[in-house]
């Protein structure tokens, strides 16, 4: 644990920092679509070169076409989620196109789920659509008997806002126990500037 040691370190540390290279355009980029009422979705190559900047216009969700797809493999793919929510499973899907890393942005900060070895499992995306029924066919159910008893509206606004907020937490938490038993790892990074 001599002199060796440490300068290996600082090495690790430089190839860090040049390898987030792409990091400022993302953040710039990040900061200019956060909060907007409709999806844009910026993709920023390893050496920092934006790739592809678009929004559907009224759309809520951005498509890609076939070349958008192929400039993917080792970029970073950031969006914003005008809902302020975490990954759907589209997003998991795309990430088999070679992505780095994909980055969902919200109003509060920016969830990132980043791929953590050449071979990751590109199943999850589909595990967690399937997840996601699963828990959805419950507050479906929860849903269908409060319309049986004939509640009033305010209390069945409560109990949607309710059943969508368990959506979410549910969603959260299953890719934050799950996310590296497919080679990624799941992470919230709370908005600084
Ligand atoms: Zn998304």
Do not use: C
Request: proline share 1%; no cysteine; aromatic share 6%.
């Amino acid at each position: 644990m001599g002199g060796r040691g440490a300068s290996s370190q600082v090495q690790k540390n430089s190839l860090a920092v040049s390898s987030e290279k792409w990091r400022p355009n993302v953040e710039a980029g990040e900061n200019r679509i956060r909060g907007r009422k409709t999806e844009t979705a910026i993709l920023v190559g390893m050496d920092g070169k934006i790739l592809i900047d678009k929004s559907d216009g009224h759309k809520s969700q951005v498509g890609f076409n076939g070349q958008e797809l192929a400039l993917m493999d080792g970029a970073i793919l950031t969006h914003n989620h005008p809902r302020n929510s975490t990954f759907s499973d589209e997003d998991l899907k795309i990430m088999v196109h070679g992505l780095k890393e994909i980055r969902a942005v919200a109003v509060h900060g920016t969830f990132v789920m980043k791929k953590t070895r050449e071979n990751a499992d590109f199943s999850m995306g589909k595990d967690y659509a399937l997840a996601q029924k699963e828990h959805l066919n419950q507050t479906n159910k929860i849903w269908a008997e409060a319309q049986m008893k004939r509640l009033g509206l305010l209390e069945m606004d409560k109990l949607a806002d309710q059943l969508n907020h368990s959506i979410e937490v549910f969603r959260r938490k299953w890719l934050a126990k799950n996310a590296k038993n497919y080679g990624f790892i799941y992470t919230y990074e709370r908005r600084t500037a």
